[in-house]
Nanobody, 126 residues
Framework: EVQLVESGGGLVQAGGSLKLTCAAS????????IGWFRQAPGKEREGISC????????YYADSVKGRFTISKDNAKNTVTLQMNSLKPEDSAVYYC???????????????????WGKGTLVTVSS
């Protein structure tokens, strides 16, 4: 059974940090790239970062560049998102996704994504 399980969400004050983890199982980790998306209430789901599990290439949306860092551990089949200098506008449900297409992840094309996690809630208070 394919699973992507996000963890690490919670409530944090503005300026604080959180570390999200996406644990993957049930598929060959190295054959898929992994992305992080978020969806705030009333807004569309947006791609914010992704990483290639083959060559380690990384992408960050402008909204998180310089504050968030994505990394992977191929031995543990995990991808983490270190989020620093959090802002209230970062509040959202954060999802990880796996897809064979770097382009789809890089462009944040949510349709037809191969796999999704169920999400973890991040709330940043002002």
């Amino acid at each position: 059974e394919v699973q992507l399980v996000e963890s690490g969400g919670g409530l944090v004050q503005a300026g604080g940090s959180l570390k999200l983890t996406c644990a993957a199982s049930g598929f060959t980790f190295g054959e898929y790239d992994i992305g992080w998306f978020r969806q705030a209430p009333g807004k569309e789901r947006e791609g914010i970062s992704c990483i290639s599990t083959s060559d380690g290439a990384k992408y960050y949306a402008d909204s998180v560049k310089g504050r968030f860092t994505i990394s992977k551990d191929n031995a543990k089949n995990t991808v983490t998102l270190q989020m620093n200098s959090l802002k209230p506008e970062d509040s959202a449900v954060y999802y990880c996704a796996a897809d064979r297409s770097w382009t789809r992840l890089r462009l944040g094309i949510i349709n037809n994504m191969d796999y999704w996690g169920k999400g973890t809630l991040v709330t940043v208070s002002s």
